[in-house]
């Protein structure tokens, strides 16, 4: 099973989250934006590649605010491995572009008042429960492990 890297951006404006809104068989959810990291690709090109894609805005990467990781079932009875490397990101000025690449169960865009972020159903959940410490100027934060099972 091989390991992809994933590269997710918490991108904060005016006291609001960016996130993608999601819909997929399992009904709506958010998510950050950002995605896989290719090959020959640093993970904080990966990060502004991925934002401006989806979103259409452009970022610059902070700090790498924290780490992880998820094993789950994946299509074919195979199994999806991946790391989530989360970047505190700055939005840059500029009129945002139209997004050319978005993610398969992507509909959207929304900001959320980090108020209401508890109340949404954020993916992974580790990093809803975890947001205020990954946008603090502290320490790379490791957020867990995650290994989801058959039939679970």
Known sequence: MPIRNSAKAVVINDGKLLVNRCISRLGEYYALPGGGQRAGEMLTETVRRELLEETGYSVK???????????????????????????????LGGTPKAPTEQD??????EWIALNEVRRKNLFPRAIRDNLSGLMDYGETIFIGSEKEKKGE
């Not at 990467?61 to 990101?89: A, T």
């Not at 398969?104 to 865009?109: D, E, I």
């Open 104 to 109: 398969r169960y992507q509909v959207g865009l």
């Open 61 to 91: 990467p902070i700090r790498l605010s924290g780490i992880y990781e998820r094993i789950s079932e994946g299509r074919d009875d195979g199994m999806n491995h991946k790391i989530y490397f989360i970047f505190l990101c700055r939005l």
